[in-house]
């Protein structure tokens, strides 16, 4: 009969991840997982979805400042199974149907000490740089960002926790009620998340501007009260503004930004009555010219957000209750072979009626 540790040993010889090793060079190959510490949990991942920042270290092998320097596992977005946990955990149990927070804190900085945690500078986040990410069978993760699913929700919904989390996070930032009209700049799966996270949050009116017909369709669907097409011709701002307002019905109260270019954030700004807000979600530029000084005369406040904090709770509710439904946001499956995770990919990078690609382990 083989001993406990053999057994383990098996276990982690059998353990894959994907790792990127170069520009759109994804290979599967063996992750040793580090040692199960007391606070810890195994968790044998089930599903895991690709976000937008997976694909850019896919495309560039960086996003932002964060450079990829060496072969790391790709992925966070993620839910699975608990298969061990540390001799601390008392709130888990080995067969716990899980979702993932990814991003570790320090928990002794200035800013986790104040609830900030999501800025704390010594932040170990799933697959950003130098941090390994998820997209393996099995990861070990502190059991405090380890949270258990409900019955009722699935493990696909688990792992779309994090990309709901942004759109919840940035709903609580600019403060989203029953009384605020809000614009959505941009429809591609933050976009929408955060419309169905204003919608939860109580907002009576959501409007949703992009370029591309098709996921203004997806919003439709979703359940925004009106959509528009719009250009990436700065001349057409306008005109394009003009018919938000008439979409919207009334003075635009919150605007979200969820792709972070000059037109998209100028749209934003300029669509947003005086007093209102402006949240800047997306990050796609990193230096912006935009229509700043009108925008402070009408005491117009710019607020913006990274990632998120405090939010499975909220998102697993949300969920549970059905007052959210992420399932039509996932649009494709895949499998966690070398062929599908290179598929995967691929399909996510080209975009088009890819909305949130996601892999069944």
């Known amino acids: 009969m083989m001993h406990t540790e053999e057994n383990e040993q098996v276990e982690e010889m059998m353990n894959m991840a994907a790792w990127l090793l170069g520009i759109k060079n994804l290979q599967i190959q063996p992750y040793h997982l580090p040692p199960l510490g007391p606070n810890d949990v195994k968790v044998q991942i089930k599903a895991l979805g690709i976000c937008g920042s997976d694909v850019h270290h896919f495309k560039n092998m960086r996003v932002a400042n964060f450079i990829v320097k060496k072969p790391m596992v790709i992925g966070h977005e993620c839910a699975g199974i608990i298969k061990d946990i540390g001799s601390n955990v008392k709130s888990l149990a080995i ?4 979702a993932l927070e990814p991003g570790i804190s320090c928990q002794t900085c200035n800013l986790c000490k104040n609830g900030t945690y999501n800025l704390c500078k ?6 950003s740089p130098p941090t390994n990410g998820s997209l393996a069978n099995q990861v070990v993760h502190h059991s405090n960002l380890v949270f258990k699913l409900p ?25 989203v009620n029953p009384d605020t009209k809000v614009l959505i700049v941009g429809a591609g799966p933050i ?3 955060t419309m169905l996270a204003a919608r939860a949050f109580g907002a009576p009116r959501v409007v949703v501007a992009d370029v591309d017909q098709h996921r203004l369709s997806i919003a439709k669907n979703l359940g925004a009260d009106g959509t528009i097409q719009v250009s990436t011709n700065i001349q057409d701002l306008g005109e394009e503004i003009s018919k938000i307002h008439k979409i919207i019905g009334e003075n635009v109260d919150i605007s979200f930004d969820c792709v972070g270019f000059d037109k998209t954030m100028s749209t934003a700004l300029t669509a947003t009555r005086a007093g209102g807000k402006v949240c800047l979600v997306g990050l796609g530029q990193s230096r912006m010219t935009i229509p700043l000084v009108a925008a402070a005369a009408r005491e117009v406040d710019v607020i913006g957000i990274f990632r998120y904090r405090n939010t499975w709770p909220l998102c697993i509710e949300l969920l549970r209750t059905g007052k959210i439904d992420v399932k039509p946001l996932i649009t494709h499956r895949y499998k966690f072979t070398q062929e599908d995770v290179e598929k995967a990919f691929e399909t996510s990078a080209k975009g088009g009626s890819a909305i949130k690609v996601m892999f069944n382990l």
Not at 95 to 98: A, C, F, S, T
Request: neutral net charge; glycine residues 16%.
């Open 151 to 175: 019955d009722n929700v699935s493990l696909e919904e688990g792992a779309m926790c994090e990309p709901l989390s942004v759109g919840v996070h940035a709903c609580r930032r600019a403060g």
């Open 122 to 127: 010594k932040m170990k986040f799933f697959g």
């Open 191 to 193: 976009g929408l998340v």
């Open 95 to 98: 067969g716990d149907r899980v």
